[in-house]
């Protein structure tokens, strides 16, 4: 389980083999070896968890944990720190989400209370990436564009899908969902 949790880690923050050893404080070999399933890491394995800022159990086991990426308000866009995570939380027994789709979400942290009614100051927000699919009226969602992300909830009221922002004060304005908008899904909201 160790050697496919720290490929999986690897892979998520886009680190070459290199990179990563020298973030474990070990040498490239020795992760290889680790990867093959030569030698177990075990040893090291408190070791790794303190420097990949990940539990043991997580290292080891079942523990599903999703990447805090960014913190968000109702204001102006944010932007997702997809390499230099804040923190983890873990998602292991939240209703719905299994582990095959733990692997594709994140967090946010609500800052504020921009968000009130629907989110307070400490709300953490799951996100699946790339959910388009599964997206309905209604539904608030994580939209990317060039200038960052926004949270929104999702509009098909006029049979074309648009997006409105969380700001009751502009909650009447509609924005079009263009080709170029990437939106992921809030699939869970847990309140502080």
Same mark, same amino acid.
């Given at each position: 389980?160790?050697?496919?949790?720290?490929?999986?880690?690897?892979?998520?923050?886009?680190?070459?083999?290199?990179?990563?050893?020298?973030?474990?404080?070990?040498?490239?070999?020795? @992760?290889?070896?680790?990867?093959? +399933?030569?030698?177990?890491?075990?040893?090291?394995? =408190?070791?790794?968890?303190?420097?990949? +800022?990940?539990?043991?159990?997580?290292?080891?086991?079942?523990?599903? @944990?999703?990447?805090? =990426?960014?913190?968000?308000?109702?204001?102006?866009?944010?932007?997702? $720190?997809?390499?230099?995570? @804040?923190?983890?939380?873990?998602?292991?027994?939240?209703?719905?989400?299994?582990?095959?789709?733990?692997?594709?979400?994140?967090?946010?942290?609500?800052?504020?209370?921009?968000?009130?009614?629907?989110?307070?100051?400490?709300?953490?927000?799951? =996100?699946?990436?790339?959910?388009?699919?599964?997206?309905?009226?209604?539904?608030?969602?994580?939209?990317?564009?060039?200038? +960052?992300?926004?949270?929104?909830?999702?509009?098909?009221?006029?049979?074309?899908?648009?997006? $409105?922002?969380?700001?009751?004060?502009?909650?009447?304005?509609?924005?079009?969902?263009?080709?170029?908008?990437?939106?992921?899904?809030? =699939?869970?909201?847990?309140?502080?």
């Amino acid at each position: 389980m160790l050697a496919k949790r720290l490929e999986e880690l690897r892979l998520r923050w886009g680190l070459k083999k290199k990179d990563m050893a020298r973030k474990l404080g070990i040498s490239i070999p020795y @992760l290889s070896e680790i990867v093959t +399933g030569k030698k177990t890491g075990m040893r090291k394995i =408190v070791d790794f968890a303190e420097r990949l +800022g990940v539990s043991v159990e997580w290292l080891t086991g079942d523990q599903v @944990l999703a990447p805090v =990426v960014g913190e968000v308000s109702a204001g102006g866009p944010f932007q997702l $720190r997809e390499n230099s995570y @804040l923190e983890f939380f873990d998602i292991t027994n939240l209703p719905g989400i299994t582990k095959q789709t733990g692997l594709r979400c994140y967090a946010l942290r609500v800052r504020g209370n921009s968000l009130i009614p629907f989110h307070k100051d400490g709300d953490i927000l799951i =996100v699946e990436k790339q959910s388009r699919e599964k997206i309905r009226h209604g539904d608030m969602v994580i939209c990317h564009r060039e200038e +960052g992300s926004y949270v929104r909830s999702y509009d098909l009221r006029n049979c074309l899908p648009s997006l $409105r922002p969380l700001d009751l004060s502009r909650y009447q304005e509609s924005e079009p969902l263009t080709a170029s908008t990437t939106i992921d899904k809030i =699939v869970f909201a847990i309140s502080s």
